[in-house]
């Protein structure tokens, strides 16, 4: 560590403090990744974490029912095949507690948490200009200094409740799902209101439903939502996993969503109406989010598209037994997988229980919240808990919260208003040594989380390396390099139907945020590549810089 005197916004000298090599901010699965890896590198590196352990999106979003979409055998590390070999998964699709059973395992096997701060959240990031160095304040007043800044911080971190009137009146329990508590929580009994049905609402639900009295869904957009064919693994199974994981993770490494699925090798318009269904069908019996990828065209070609839509609203009609109740889930108003395509488990079928009523927010809003419930245009809905599953301030929100100030007067807010600009997602012109990670401008929430996170870290890392090697002590994106990445990210969506969903992906869930696609959708392998040219290049688009001068 170096001793440095760092400098506020204004000039001012700051008192003394060590300088590290990197800060991290969050431990979840990119922030434990970053410190273990940089740790292994020899580097100077700290972690500062909100929660009071490891695990960030599997460790505060722990509500009933809580699944990962992506399988468990690829949605786990790749840095270690001795790590790979020890751990065996149950099911198919894990838990939210096996998942974190598998963090905390990665947290202890590597010693990770004894590099973190816990109950620490960073409150303010300023960069010092004169020294180079990024100084964090956390919200108990501590500052940690260091030459790198990672943001690792979360694509879906930052809760949003509805600003519904009266929200704060209800007098019986409110849980969200994205904080739930950590001790149980006893619904039996209980009537139960739930507002949100996105996935954490759809994977809650049915398990909500089989505790409480009566569970109420307060329904304002309908979303779609294939079924997770869930199933415990067995000893062949695990035999065969191991036998396959190093091909499957080859295969990963450089796919479309970052594992090793496919899509049909025909679009959906070449191929004959019995084939498509067949291959749907196929799909659906799969199960879950990778429906929206059963033909190549079916995100790109509204022809394509319609055919996936209507074959999953014939399954929905099929499954639940009230034509009304069936209608009302069917979404009228975006193509199929524009909104993430939720995997769910019995969500259907819930709605044909006697204790479970839809409440059709578009044909009958909440006018209040009251001590007692919820009241609508039409109806009374008396309750003794409220679940909250109403979404995050996604790709941006965890950054903005902590706004970080770069040079030369640069604020993240003030830079982002008119949507986020990025370069690769992981740069940010005007914040020099500033990681971003699974953020916006990255294919992130569009890929497998752990694969991404490992090549963020891994790419992030080089870049800190060569500075370090070269007695650099400045890298910032260029922001014409930044410009153009950003363009090219939005004529890649445009040629999608993405853009016609209001959508998190677009920042259509949060009043007054400027509406532009976030992620990065032109597959995560050809990311990839892209990364590994501009790195190879010497990290092409970035100005690297000395306090001499530059390079
Ligand atoms: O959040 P969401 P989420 N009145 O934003 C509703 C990942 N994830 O936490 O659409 C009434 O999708 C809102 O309605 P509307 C996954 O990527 C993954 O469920 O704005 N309703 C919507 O229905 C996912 O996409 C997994 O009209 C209100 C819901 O709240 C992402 O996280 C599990 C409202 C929010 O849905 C986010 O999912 C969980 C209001 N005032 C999450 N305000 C898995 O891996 C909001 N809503 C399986």
Redesign the pocket.
């Known amino acids: 560590m170096n001793p440095t005197s760092a400098h506020d916004q204004e000039g001012n000298q700051m008192s003394a403090a060590p300088t590290r090599d990197l800060l991290v901010v969050g431990a979840g699965i990119a922030g434990m990744y970053a410190v273990h890896k940089a740790t292994e590198s020899g580097l100077d590196v700290l972690g500062l974490e909100a929660g009071s352990d490891v695990g960030g999106t599997w460790y505060f979003?722990r509500y009933p029912g809580?699944?990962?979409?992506?399988e468990s055998v690829d949605y786990s590390y790749s840095f270690d095949r001795e790590l790979e070999k020890e751990w065996q998964w149950s099911e198919r699709f894990a838990t939210q507690a096996e998942i974190w059973s598998y963090l905390d395992h990665v947290a202890d096997r590597y010693r990770i948490r004894e590099r973190f701060l816990f109950d620490t959240r960073v409150a303010d990031a300023v960069f010092d200009e004169a020294t180079s160095t990024w100084s964090v304040t956390t919200e108990a007043g501590e500052t940690h200094r260091a030459k790198f800044l990672m943001m690792a911080t979360g694509s879906?971190s930052e809760p949003?409740k509805?600003?519904?009137a009266g929200v704060d009146s209800f007098a019986g329990e409110t849980y969200f799902?994205?904080m739930w508590p950590h001790e149980p929580v006893d619904l039996t009994g209980k009537r139960v209101g739930l507002?949100?049905?996105?996935?954490?609402?759809?994977?809650a639900a049915p398990i909500v439903a089989r505790q409480a009295r009566s569970l109420t869904i307060?329904?304002?957009?309908a979303?779609y939502t294939v079924p997770a064919p869930n199933r415990v693994f067995t000893e062949e199974d695990q035999r065969k996993i191991q036998e396959e994981y190093p091909h499957r993770r080859e295969v990963s490494a450089y796919a479309a969503a970052a594992s090793p699925h496919v899509s049909h090798t025909k679009k959906a318009t070449e191929v004959d109406a019995e084939e498509r269904r067949a291959a749907f069908e196929a799909r659906w019996a799969e199960g879950g989010v990778l429906f929206s990828k059963t033909f190549p065209d079916q995100s790109s070609d509204i022809v394509a598209n319609d055919y996936a839509r209507e074959f999953a609203e014939q399954k929905i009609r099929e499954i639940v037994q009230d034509p009304q109740v069936a209608d009302d889930l069917i979404p009228k108003d975006y193509p199929i997988g524009t909104?993430?395509i939720?995997?769910d488990s019995g969500y259907y079928e819930m709605f044909n229980r006697d204790n479970v009523e839809l409440v059709n927010?578009r044909r009958d809003p909440?006018t209040e919240v009251t001590d007692w419930g919820i009241k609508t245009e039409q109806g009374s809905y008396e309750l003794d808990v409220i679940i909250f599953?109403?979404?995050?301030d996604?790709l941006t929100g965890a950054l903005t919260r902590i706004d970080p100030k770069g040079a030369r007067g640069a604020r993240l807010s003030d830079v982002w208003a008119d949507g986020p600009v990025t370069y690769l997602g992981m740069g940010i012109p005007g914040f020099p040594n500033l990681f971003s990670i699974s953020g916006p401008g990255a294919p992130g929430?569009l890929a497998n989380m752990m694969t991404h996170s490992e090549q963020q870290v891994d790419w992030c890392l080089a870049l800190l390396q060569t500075c370090h090697e070269q007695g650099i002590d400045t890298a910032e994106p260029r922001q014409d390099a930044a410009e153009k990445w950003t363009e090219h990210l939005e004529e890649v969506a445009s040629k999608t139907l993405f853009v016609r969903a209001a959508s998190?992906y677009m920042g259509a869930?949060i009043e007054g945020k400027k509406q532009t696609f976030m992620p990065y959708i032109g597959g995560f392998g050809t990311f990839r590549k892209m990364c590994d040219d501009v790195r190879d290049a010497g990290f092409e688009g970035y100005v690297l810089t000395t306090n001499g001068g530059g390079q």
């Open positions: 979003n809580a699944r990962c979409d992506v879906l949003i509805p600003r519904l799902t994205a507002i949100g049905t996105g996935s954490s609402g759809i994977q307060f329904q304002r957009t979303n909104k993430r939720v995997t927010l909440i599953a109403t979404g995050f996604a929430v998190w869930n």
